[in-house]
């Protein structure tokens, strides 16, 4: 008799068991995506997202997510067409910015694009321009980031941008990166600009 009882102690340790696992699994997946994709989607330079951001109306995630696509926060980040900085932008574009008032260009100088401030700034008001130039569309003024505003014009004639429309596999895939940053972006840093 007293193995018996033994035995049947033993199973009432299962439904215990079975609690914490689900605990720990709960835990997991509560903190497990933070802890893991916290160190694959790093926030810098938050002072100069939120001001510039803010400044422009345009969408500090997208920004941070823009940044991390094109040159993952590497401020010396330079393409071969001749890109420059945290938002991989073109000097005519930053000098175009200045042209429509858009940037104030005694404040901000074009030529200093590897300067994080003055490329995150010049990359808002341009991110701006195009998402006003698409009238909010935020996947045809990313596109446009990648592709140029002509590109996106000559695929779509509405205010969708259908994946199967863009014409160039990298920018497909660009889209997708940016929308796949942003989401990451508000999950892991919901606070980061409040």
């Known amino acids: 008799m007293r193995r ?3 035995l049947l102690a033993g199973y009432r340790i299962i439904p215990l068991l079975i609690v914490c696992l689900f605990g720990v699994i709960a835990f997991v997946y509560s903190f497990g995506p933070s802890l893991l994709f916290g ?3 790093p926030l810098e330079y938050e002072e100069q997202v939120s001001a510039s951001s803010a400044a422009h109306g345009v969408d500090p995630y997208l920004v941070a997510a ?4 094109e040159s993952d926060w590497d401020e010396d980040a330079a393409s071969p067409r001749g890109a420059q900085g945290l938002m991989q932008l073109m000097p005519a574009t930053a000098e175009d910015m200045i042209a429509k008032g858009r940037v104030d260009g005694t404040r901000y100088d074009a030529a200093n694009l590897s300067d994080p401030e003055t490329n995150i700034e010049f990359g808002c008001a341009y991110l701006a321009y195009l998402l006003d130039y698409f009238h909010g569309a935020t996947d045809k003024a990313v596109a446009a980031y990648n592709a140029g505003m002509g590109s996106v014009d000559a695929w779509v ?9 863009i014409e160039f596999p990298e920018t497909q895939a660009y889209v997708v990166r940016v929308n796949v940053a942003l989401a990451r972006y508000r999950d892991l840093y919901r606070d980061a600009f409040a």
């Open 4 to 6: 018996r009882g033994g």
């Open 39 to 41: 160190s694959l989607y």
């Open 66 to 69: 823009v940044i991390k696509t």
């Open 157 to 165: 004639q509405d205010d969708e941008l259908p994946h199967h429309v």
